[in-house]
């Protein structure tokens, strides 16, 4: 899981470190664990990696400073790294030199290792030595691109920037993983994970970058070439879970879809009499609006969020799960003391969460009643594109029903949203979406076809 960045200037001024930086800012929320940027010059790559927050890795103006030139690609990432060479973007020298950062997952890693002939730690290291093994074959980092994403089978979203000064983005041809394109002023020279990175730097979004789609940019111009038929699936978990409110994604407003699930909700599982409607910070925030508009139920702040944001359902160990969950939410009594709450969240991974904040909403201040609504359907399977979704034996909605659920957590009634209603509020044929952790069925990925 990660995000990723790349930003063309192209005039020679720009001090493109900076505005990378702010870019990892807004893509924070993808990836917490690693962060790396690479720039260059005119001459050479400059690179500074490490682990942790964006601002606790570059924790100074001079680390910036230090990264000189008008290109600069940087990633944020989810996974520990014990070796920080390996975070990317990684960067190879030989056969020629580039650095690569992607978001997803590879499927088939281990053929490309053997018939490739390369090594390295991680998925993007091997990424890195193919692509620089085609561009030196080729000599064109469009047709390396072409041949790369001929061979490679997964869902992602990569960049990568070459030694000459040539950036390069493709898409896979499912656009499982999320990549948009921006400018600055005429020129498009800004690509990222979420358009939100746009308003944040003050591009201008333009578009998607379509599934089984290439462009090149270099000093003198930008080419696009969709170099794989597309086959959309979408992943559906972003537009419940993982995206910013604030991004458009596939052409549709992250915003207006979590609104929408937010009323299908209400369609669904509508509690009589509620008192006052909760959304859970941050993502669940427009569900509940849209539910307390829906049935007319008073909509209230429910909690205040302390600390630094943490998504706990991404961190790795069950300590820092913990942590993450007791410094997302400190409830407000009196919006809760001795009334019939409707709380309404996002999703259920293994429902510790929820049962902590029901615990604490009925015990400690004093709810009269809780009734949990989740904006997503049962989560029940893993996701083999790059996603952090626990185990399947640890997700709660493999093992529970609805009612079973709803006493484990402690609360008076408990619905999840239905697949008909999230496909519905997303208004994306089902057809073109990628359901598989709330399906088990995953969609075939076939990069071949051009
Ligand atoms: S399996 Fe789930 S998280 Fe993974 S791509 Fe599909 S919808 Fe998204």
Known sequence: ??????????????????????????????????????????????????????????????????LPGWIGIGSVTSTIEKDSSKIQPVVVWEPLPLALCFDGKILNIKDLVEKEKVNGENEAEILAKIFSLELEQTGNPMEAMVNFMGKIKGAYSLIVLTG???????????????????????????VASESCVMDVIGADFKNDVQPGEVYHFDAYSIERKQVLKPNPKFCA????????????????SIY??????????????????????????????????????????PLGIGFVQTGRRIRSAIKPTEFERIVGVQLKLNPIRAAIAGKKIVLVDDSVVRGTTTKNTVNIMRNRMGAKEVHVRIGSPRLIAQCPFGTDVPPKDELIAVHLNAEEVSKVVGA??????????????????????????????YPQINCKER
């Open 1 to 66: 899981m990660g995000g990723i960045v790349g930003i063309y200037g192209f005039s020679k001024e720009w001090r493109m470190a900076r505005f990378v930086y702010y870019a990892l800012l807004a893509l924070q929320h993808r990836g917490q664990e690693n962060c790396g940027i690479v720039t260059f010059n005119g001459e050479s790559l400059s690179q500074y990696k490490g682990s942790g927050l964006v601002d606790q890795v570059f924790s100074n103006q001079n680390i910036l400073d230090e």
């Open 412 to 441: 008076d009634t408990f619905h999840w949203l239905s697949l008909k209603g999230l496909v519905e509020a997303i208004g994306i044929p089902r057809k073109n979406l990628c359901l598989g952790c709330f399906t088990g069925k």
């Open 256 to 297: 207006e879809v979590r609104m929408k699930i937010g009323e299908k909700l209400a369609e669904e599982h509508s509690v009589n009499k509620g008192e006052i409607v909760l959304g859970v910070p941050e993502t669940a925030i427009p569900f509940a609006m849209a539910y307390s508009n829906k049935t007319k139920t």
């Open 237 to 252: 978990f972003e537009y419940v879970y993982y995206a910013r409110p604030d991004s458009i994604l596939n052409g549709k």
């Open 164 to 190: 000459k000064g040539e950036m390069i983005v493709g898409r896979d041809p499912a656009g499982i993983k999320p990549l948009t394109i921006g400018s600055f002023g005429f020129d498009y020279g800004v």
